[in-house]
């Protein structure tokens, strides 16, 4: 495995780690017998936005300048 991998994994077990109480929250409102499959399934979802996000490139100060700002004053 690369280094670069390694870094994106450390990254989604972050992410996953600090949203852990907040999944167990939301989770706890569902049936007993359902909460491991929807705990399950919560963090696979993660895991797989994780992974596309983490590949983007942050958008650009220009570009942000020309899809939002210029935008706006074009409709208004």
Request: one cysteine or more; aromatic letters at 6%; a negative charge.
């Amino acid at each position: 495995m690369s280094a670069e991998n390694v870094k994106k994994q450390q990254e989604i077990q972050g992410i996953i780690d600090e949203l852990e109480t907040c999944i167990l929250k939301h989770t706890q409102q569902t049936v007993f017998k359902n909460r491991e499959e929807l705990t399950q399934e919560i963090k696979a979802l993660m895991v797989e936005k994780a992974t596309v996000m983490l590949d983007e490139e942050p958008m650009g100060f220009f570009e942000y300048i020309e899809k939002n700002v210029l935008k706006e004053e074009i409709i208004i």
